[in-house]
Structure formats: structure tokens, C-alpha cells
């Protein structure tokens, strides 16, 4: 258990649809990164919140955005959705300022889109 | 891209010690050496992380040769709890804001009864 907790657990949406992901970090843990797993391959970055404000982006176009709110706890919001966007979703909670730079993930939101 | 190189795969017998090997020639003087595994259909778990020193804690040893051009991390008594996909990733540690990790592919590894 890594104090790390993503809603829902499996989520299936329709192409063109909209999608929210929830994510509560650890306690203590006021940075969040998101990330994209399509099956067979390693995490991709999405993007990285701190103090509520993004400070990090991967490859991503822009209907991927997020929030991130004052308890640190984070929403990942997809538009527009297309069947490629089917994948797991993980988070990941870190401490960067209190020297702690290892970031734990959570059990990940799988998400199909037909 | 991911800076480091892993075998695709490889098989340990449980209860034999289990090194996975990583190369980082390009790895930087501020850079730590990450490792994570993650578990079919799991988050990625956190391993064990290091700058040029070997580090040891309750689940892994990590060696880095005094180059740091590569590293090994060492599971003791492997069980068949250990059978996952192995990440070594490298990246700047210290003020890591926007600073994120860059999965390769990995090792996975099979631990046979």
C-alpha cells in the first residue's frame, strides 16, 4: 500500500466522450504526476502538478488537462476521447521538498474507449 | 527516449538472488539511479534509488560501479512474489518539480518454482 488511492478502479467510454480520473496522493505528498500506460508498454509522462499549478508536461495534446486542489489530491480530465487514449492511467505522489524524490504510484484507472 | 538499457527478460530460480543488470553510460553527475517494478495490472512499486553509493534496504541491494556507467540491482532470496517487470531509471533528484520519470521498456523477470 503505497497511501496513493485512484477512482475508478475501470471506467469504459465512448469514442468522443469525456472522461475524469480522481487521485488522492499520500499524505504529505503535495506534488502529483500523471501518467499513461497503453498495454505492453512503460509509463508515459502526462504531466506534473504542483501547488495547483502544472510545472511539467510530456507529449500530450491538450485535450488532456488537469486540476490539482488545495488538499493535493488531483483530477486527470480527457476530451474528446479516441480508442487510442484506451490504457491505464497512473498516478503518482511525491514530496519533492521534503527530500523525498521517489514517487509512489497508485493501483492505476484502466480506461477503454469503444 | 530512456536513458538506460536493460535485457528484455530474464528467469531466477526462487530462493536464489536474483541481479538485474542496467547501462547509463550518458548518466549525468546529478543524476540518481532509479528502480521500480511493477506487477501485472499494479501501479509501479518504488524499489530503491542511489547516487554512487551501494544501497541496501528490505527489499533490494543496488550496486553502481564507480563510473556509474551501470548498476545492478540484487533481490537475496527471490520468491515467485517477486515475478515482474523491473525499471532502472535515472534522473535528477534534487528540486524535482516538472522533473519526471522516463520508463524504458524493462526487464522482466520470471521467477521459476
Known amino acids: 500500500e503505497t497511501g496513493v488511492t485512484q477512482s475508478p478502479t475501470h471506467l469504459i467510454k465512448t469514442r468522443g466522450q469525456q472522461v475524469t480520473l480522481r487521485c488522492s496522493s499520500q499524505?504529505?505528498?503535495?506534488?502529483v504526476s500523471w501518467y499513461q500506460q497503453a498495454l505492453g508498454q512503460g509509463p508515459q509522462f502526462i504531466f506534473q502538478?504542483?501547488?495547483?499549478?502544472?510545472?511539467g508536461r510530456g507529449n500530450f495534446p491538450p485535450r488532456f488537462s488537469g486540476l490539482q486542489f488545495p488538499n493535493y489530491s488531483s483530477e486527470l480530465n480527457v476530451n474528446a476521447l479516441e480508442l487510442d487514449d484506451s490504457a491505464l492511467y497512473l498516478c503518482?505522489?511525491?514530496?519533492?521538498?521534503?527530500?523525498?524524490?521517489?514517487?509512489?504510484f497508485g493501483q492505476g484507472t484502466r480506461l477503454t474507449v469503444v | 527516449d530512456a536513458k538506460t538499457t536493460q535485457p528484455t527478460s530474464m528467469d531466477c530460480a526462487e530462493g536464489r538472488a536474483a541481479n538485474l543488470p542496467c547501462n547509463h553510460s550518458?548518466?549525468?553527475?546529478?543524476?540518481?539511479v532509479y528502480w521500480y517494478r511493477q506487477i501485472h495490472s499494479q501501479g509501479p512499486q518504488y524499489i530503491i534509488h542511489?547516487?554512487?553509493n551501494n544501497e541496501t534496504n528490505e527489499m533490494a541491494s543496488l550496486i553502481i560501479t564507480e563510473d556509474r556507467k551501470s548498476s545492478t540491482l540484487i533481490l537475496p532470496h527471490a520468491t515467485l512474489r517477486d515475478t515482474a517487470v523491473y525499471y532502472c531509471?535515472?534522473?535528477?533528484?534534487?528540486?524535482?518539480?516538472?522533473?519526471?520519470?522516463?520508463f524504458g521498456p524493462g526487464t522482466r523477470l520470471s521467477v521459476l518454482p
Open positions: 503518482a505522489s511525491s514530496a519533492p521538498g521534503q527530500g523525498r524524490t521517489e514517487a509512489f
Open positions: 499524505s504529505g505528498h503535495n506534488t
Open positions: 502538478y504542483y501547488r495547483e499549478e502544472e510545472n
Open positions: 550518458t548518466i549525468s553527475g546529478n543524476e540518481y
Open positions: 542511489g547516487l554512487k
Open positions: 531509471i535515472v534522473r535528477v533528484a534534487a528540486d524535482n518539480y516538472g522533473q519526471n520519470f522516463v
